[in-house]
């Protein structure tokens, strides 16, 4: 089991950049950010493979959203720029036991408590 803690949110105005960070306890394979606005179903916003070398994005963040990781450090950031309104949720980070990312929450094993970003209008 690992343990996942999730830093970097706040408040920001839209347009702004912020950068999330998630720390492991260990070693992990493949990770993903996940998010959750109030009143709506958790939703895939990006992940990337355990090398790096392969990422996926939901359309919503393409162009504006990076992920990357130092396996070094056990640590997956998410990038965030030109954030609008509707990027207010509460972004979890999730591990899977595997190497290949997927878009699923149900294939990640792990979940971080989360880290809540507000963007204001």
């Known amino acids: 089991q690992v343990h996942l803690v999730e830093s970097g949110g706040g408040l920001v105005q839209a347009g ?12 992990t394979f493949a990770m993903g ?14 992940a990337i493979s355990w090398s790096g070398s ?6 919503s963040v393409k162009g504006r959203f990076t992920i990357s990781r130092d ?3 056990n640590t997956v950031y998410l990038q965030l720029i030109s954030l ?13 036991g595997a190497r290949m990312a997927t878009m699923s929450g149900a294939d990640y ?6 880290t809540q970003v507000t963007v204001s209008a």
């Open 16 to 27: 702004g950049s912020l950068r999330l960070s998630c720390a492991a306890s260990g070693r």
């Open 33 to 46: 950010w996940f998010r959750q606005a109030p009143g709506k179903e958790r939703e895939f916003v990006a």
């Open 54 to 59: 392969s990422t996926y994005y939901a359309d």
């Open 71 to 73: 396996n070094a450090k």
């Open 84 to 96: 609008k309104s509707e990027d207010t949720a509460v972004y979890y980070c999730a591990a899977r």
């Open 109 to 114: 094993d792990n979940w971080g408590q989360g």
